[in-house]
């Protein structure tokens, strides 16, 4: 069992910086892969980072690529979302997932993971 707290949204102006944070529980830190996704009002869920069990590889979906910033301190059991030049297209709610099973899917579908935080709003004003 992995247990998932989200942390660090909130309303930022266009072009403004946002760090988020997933605290993880349960499961030991340092052996399973974490992601983030996010999920607009009326939009389905959009793959947002991935970062590997030792953070050695990361990956970014092509609207956040540049801009965000995945990485994790398995000493402290927490990955962070980095996220710089903010757009309104960015508002969404973000949520961090875990991949305990590591089946080998894609790690741009939700489905490769198995633990999922409850989310945290990010509200990006114009």
């Known amino acids: 069992q992995v247990q998932l707290v989200e942390s660090g949204g909130g309303l930022v102006q266009a072009g403004g910086s946002l760090r988020l944070s997933c605290a993880a529980s349960?499961?030991?830190?340092?052996?399973?892969?974490m992601g983030w996704f996010r999920q607009a009002p009326g939009k389905e869920r959009e793959f947002v980072a991935h970062?590997?069990?030792?953070?050695?590889?990361?990956y970014y979906g092509d609207s956040v690529k540049g801009r965000f910033t995945i990485s994790r301190d398995n000493a402290r059991n927490t990955v962070y979302l980095q996220m710089n030049s903010l757009k309104p297209e960015d508002t969404a709610v973000y949520y961090c997932?875990?991949?305990?099973?590591?089946?080998?899917?894609?790690?741009?579908?939700?489905?490769?993971?198995?633990?999922w935080g409850q989310g945290t709003q990010v509200t990006v004003s114009s």
């Open positions: 997932a875990a991949d305990t099973l590591d089946y080998g899917l894609a790690i741009d579908r939700d489905d490769s993971y198995d633990y």
């Open positions: 349960g499961r030991i830190f340092n052996t399973y892969a």
């Open positions: 970062i590997s069990w030792n953070g050695g590889n990361t």
